[in-house]
């Protein structure tokens, strides 16, 4: 995790106080929070309990951030040639695994790439169970690829920057907040239940890369 030179002192007396990072997030869909896995990728290190690299692309911890790339151009041409062509690794694609059914998952997440796709980048809160992709002007929540597609114009997230993302998912409710514009979608086929991974996919030949990862299984109140 990088921060610049300026934050630095106020990084260090937050960190100082037990659960501080914690107590500033204040869940809108559930009651409390209960930390499920954190990182800051300081270690250097993939953990491989938690993360799936997928399509063989190419993932490694940098200064404190986790990057993703394509996969070798000597897999995409055997894979091009194979009866799976679509899944050769042009894009970065890796799973965040172990989410509970109802959780809360806050990051900081960057896709570089020259221009959008259509349909991409995107998360998918279970394996194309809820699809939220970006775009220009809008960002689509899909559920199960064509039961239902919600469209709207903010949160935007565009490409080439830096942005700080929470998702907050329980049934029935996704609240998606992206630099703390939020949305709450809704709809009766929202479920995660038996689908317990976040996918993060790019651009083709773009990059994605993720730092100060926190996921928490969302409490209901009584």
């Not at 270690?43 to 490694?60: H, K, L, M, S, Y």
């Not at 809360?104 to 020259?114: G, L, N, Q, T």
């Not at 220009?136 to 469209?151: G, M, P, Q």
Request: glycine share 6%.
């Amino acid at each position: 995790m990088k921060f610049p030179a300026y934050l630095t002192l106020s990084w260090f007396l937050l960190a100082s106080l037990p659960h501080a990072a914690d107590a500033t997030y204040q869940p809108q869909l559930f009651k409390s929070l209960k930390l499920v896995y954190e990182d800051t990728f300081d270690a250097g290190t993939i953990n491989a309990d938690f993360w799936e690299v997928r399509q063989n692309t190419t993932w490694v911890v940098k200064d404190g951030v986790l990057h993703g790339s394509e996969s070798s151009k000597e897999f995409q041409a055997k894979k091009k040639a194979s009866d799976d062509p679509s899944h050769a690794g042009l894009k970065p694609v890796m799973w965040l695994k172990k989410v509970p059914e109802n959780f809360v998952c806050s990051m900081r997440v960057r896709y570089d790439a020259k221009s959008y796709q259509k349909g991409f980048p995107l998360f998918d809160l279970g394996h194309h169970i809820h699809t939220i992709s970006f775009g220009e002007k809008a960002t689509t929540l899909a559920i199960k690829k064509n039961v239902e597609s919600l469209r709207v114009e903010k949160p935007i997230f565009t490409l080439n920057e830096w942005h700080d993302v929470v998702i907050e998912v329980r049934k029935g409710a996704i609240l998606l907040q992206i630099d703390g514009v939020k949305h709450v979608f809704e709809s009766k086929n929202i479920d995660m239940t038996g689908h317990a991974q976040i996918d993060f996919k790019a651009v083709d030949f773009g990059t994605c890369q993720i730092d100060s990862i926190k996921l928490w299984e969302g409490i209901a109140g009584s």
